[in-house]
């Protein structure tokens, strides 16, 4: 076998760089349309330009799984803005980009205020730049939290240890694992589990013939990325988190985590870098977990 609270942050989501464009291109009137697989040259071109660290495949898994939009000018992608559906009742938006010679002119508005009308009325979460802080509080989110990346080469020495409750996921889980997923996020969210478990190695927690926790590390980026990981503890993340980090020696790996968890110190004695933070907003009603269960590190910043 190869996600919750929420992108538009930190290496994700930094300032457009501008595209020089010749001036028929630019005076050429802008279309808005529903973003398709022949789209994700065109996107992949934009988020490099902003110095994200997306690979094509990213952009592909991220159009399989989720809805969005572009903006096309004589052919060329000039911005994108993508959302995931989870349930009736929630989406994650992220992978908002707008070209710098499109700035200006209502582009970045015009696509988000497609994005939100896109996700039906749902409650939305993103997670935020300080400097994006005030456009998304115009449009209705509020802050609740803070979500730190870190990354770098894992240098250091990871070893799992001897514990008979952690093992790799097999694909009779999955049921469990969504399931699980649900009660740390409080939304729905089974095709995006089972998309990133098929994409990933994973690894549980078995208490008592039950799942108890779950952690997923896939390709990403510029190496691997450690998320989803839910837990019913810190702890149990950690040992997750471990777990997954024992079989990436030498690699490049970024973790997204809570800031209210305190994972933070910890990672950074692994190696791994404090690189940014991001806010965490919502329009709408927060999910809630069920207590017993909690998300500890994202997907990614888009996904949650």
Not at 43 to 65: C, H, I, N, T
Not at 121 to 141: C, D, P, Q
């Amino acid at each position: 076998m190869s996600d919750y609270k929420c992108d538009f942050g930190s290496s994700d989501s930094v300032a457009p760089m501008a595209v020089d464009h010749d001036r028929d291109s630019v005076s050429a009137p802008t279309e808005l349309m529903k973003i398709e697989t022949r789209h994700v040259p065109g996107a992949l071109k934009l988020s490099q330009e902003m110095g994200w660290p997306y690979r094509q495949e990213d952009w592909e898994f991220a159009v399989k799984v989720g809805n969005g939009l572009v903006l096309e000018r004589a052919g060329q992608v000039i911005g994108t803005a993508m959302s995931w559906n989870y349930g009736q009742a929630y989406a994650t938006a992220g992978m908002i980009i707008v070209t710098g010679s499109a700035q200006g002119g209502g582009n970045g508005s015009r696509l988000f205020d497609g994005l939100l009308q896109a996700t039906d009325g749902r409650s939305v979460l993103l997670n935020s730049t300080e400097e994006g802080l005030a456009l998304y509080k115009r449009r209705g989110f509020n802050a609740w939290g803070t979500v730190v990346q870190h990354q770098g080469p894992l240098t250091v020495a990871v070893t799992q240890g001897t514990r008979d409750d952690i093992r790799q996921a097999t694909v009779s889980d999955l049921a469990a694992i969504q399931a699980f997923d649900e009660r740390a996020t409080g939304m729905p969210r089974p095709s995006m589990v089972a998309g990133l478990a098929d994409a990933g190695n994973v690894s549980v927690i078995e208490r008592a013939g039950r799942i108890a926790g779950y952690a997923i590390a896939r390709r990403f980026g510029r190496g691997y990325v450690v998320g989803p990981v839910a837990a019913e503890s810190a702890q149990d993340a950690r040992l997750l988190i471990l777990a997954q980090l024992a079989t990436l020696h030498g690699q490049f790996v970024r973790i997204d985590v809570y800031a209210e968890h305190g994972l933070g110190d910890w990672l950074e004695s692994l190696g791994l870098a404090r690189v940014g933070d991001v806010i965490a907003m919502v329009k709408g009603r927060r999910p809630v977990c069920d207590g017993m269960a909690g998300m500890y590190a994202l997907a990614n910043q888009s996904f949650g």
